[in-house]
């Protein structure tokens, strides 16, 4: 099929290119013409495993373009809006001028019969608005929701082979076709036994959002526990184990530790809320400004955890920070908890070297005052205190004699609860972690 993708970032891009890889001619858009210089180069602007490699070989193969222009969609008969959906700063409600512009430029290149599918992630109601945008404008397109699971580190197979795909398409002229080039599009992941969930417009986006609350809620639930189990003198990590046990429940995603962050979770439920809220509905979702609160708290309780176990601040304390990405095998520090810990530390007066595989250039972009090391050793070397803020297995695979022999005092925080703290404490470590004794 000749399909066109509509924003090149961590979705757009993989899409685009996974796109191409199954077999599709895909034009790729995106208004950053810096972005599309570097993709043109084959040199994915972000990190992602396994893209390089299906960049290189789409591009190769002359199924895959990138371009400044949206002129050069006319032809293909299936349009990806990938576009951000940032947080608007004051309400928490998503920003939707993305979408809305990305729709408007596209409408005069659309052909009669073409489908508009929507991958953003927005809030309820959005679809629709755009579908009767498309009618006033004169356009006979269909306009549908397909929106996008994908793990960052994981993009590439989440969008190759996803958990599921969801075809939110309203009833009415354009259903039928629709539904037959979505599933013309996704034809090898669902002869793969992919499941498939067709439904309406509204469905489709609250799937979305519906899914990324209950995520950040099994994370903030475990973080909460992890509070009463510090008080208490129980383990957080065992009552996991436990609890994760009971297949009603499920072990994943029940890691305590300094919590979610990203592109997507932080800002999606402070835009469910903030939907909720315009629907007058506030009260239905009141549970996930607890949610984030806890979330936010952890990063608070990080800072504290090192200050405190360092001696504070005062005493002129030099920590490694290990980690800045949001998440291992991810370069993203949108909301990160890791660049949070980094830059409240560095506001509490210590001094800060961090290091992260991946993310140090996204992070010194933002703050370029941040220190940074070359390696993890020069990150260590003379530290007071280290602290594991982002769970990349080189961290997790340290070894405390080396790390002992590189620091000032041999002190850890492990704000993912990833290391063996018997292990570091028999290296004569000063090993704490939270709702862990
Ligand atoms: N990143 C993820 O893991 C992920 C997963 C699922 C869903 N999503 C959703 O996908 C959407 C995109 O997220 P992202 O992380 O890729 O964002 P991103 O910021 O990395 O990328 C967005 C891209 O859209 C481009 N853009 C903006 N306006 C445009 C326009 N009018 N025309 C063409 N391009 C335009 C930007 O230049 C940018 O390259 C969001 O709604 C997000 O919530 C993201």
Request: with cysteine; hydrophobic share 45%.
């Amino acid at each position: 099929m000749r399909v066109s993708v509509i924003g090149c970032g961590y979705l757009g891009a993989v899409h685009a290119a996974a796109m191409a890889d199954l077999g599709h001619d895909v034009i790729a858009v995106d208004v950053d013409a810096e972005k599309i210089a570097t993709l043109r180069a084959g040199l994915p602007p972000f990190f992602e495993p396994g893209l390089p490699e299906i960049l290189s070989t789409s591009l190769a193969s002359g199924r895959l373009n990138f371009t400044t222009e949206m002129a050069d969609v006319a032809g293909a008969t299936v349009h990806f809006i990938a576009v951000g959906t940032p947080q608007s700063d004051a309400s928490g409600a998503a920003d939707l001028r993305f979408v809305d512009a990305a729709l408007d430029a596209l409408i005069p290149h659309l052909g009669p019969q073409d489908i508009v599918v929507g991958k953003s992630t927005v809030p309820v109601g959005t679809a629709e608005r755009l579908a009767e945008r498309l009618l006033t404008a004169g356009s006979t397109a269909t306009l549908v929701w397909n929106p996008e699971f994908l793990r960052e580190g994981f993009a590439v197979k989440d969008t190759l082979a996803p958990d599921r795909l969801v075809f939110g398409v309203a009833q009415g002229t354009g259903h039928d076709a629709a539904l037959r080039a979505l599933h013309e599009v996704y034809a090898t992941a669902i002869a793969g036994g992919v499941p498939v969930v067709e439904t309406d417009l509204a469905t489709a986006e609250l799937v979305k959002t519906a899914a990324n609350a209950f995520l950040a809620t099994k994370i903030s639930f475990i973080n909460a526990m992890s509070e009463i189990a510090e008080a208490t003198g129980a383990n957080v990590t065992e009552l996991a184990d436990a609890i994760g046990y009971d297949t009603r429940i499920g072990r994943r995603f029940l890691n305590a530790g300094v919590g979610f962050g990203g592109g997507c979770l932080p800002k999606d439920i402070r835009a469910f809320s903030a939907r909720a809220e315009e629907l007058g509905l506030g009260d239905s979702v009141a549970f996930l400004g607890e949610v984030d609160a806890i979330n936010l708290r952890q990063r608070q309780r990080v800072i504290e955890r090192v200050l405190t176990e360092g001696g504070g601040a005062e005493t002129g304390l030099t920590v490694a920070v290990l980690g800045l990405a949001f998440k291992p095998h991810s370069d993203d520090v949108r909301d990160s908890p890791a660049l949070d810990v980094a830059l409240g530390l560095v506001a509490a007066g210590a001094t800060v070297v961090a290091y992260d595989p991946e993310a140090m250039g996204a992070a010194q972009k933002r703050f370029p005052e941040l220190v940074v090391a070359k390696n993890v050793d020069q990150a260590l070397l003379g530290a007071d205190i280290a602290v594991l803020v982002t769970e990349w297995p080189e961290f997790v695979e340290l070894d405390p004699r080396r790390v002992g022999d590189l620091m000032t005092h041999k002190r850890i925080v492990d704000a993912r609860n990833v290391l063996n703290p018997a292990q570091w404490r028999a290296e004569g470590f000063h090993y704490s972690s939270l709702g862990r004794p």
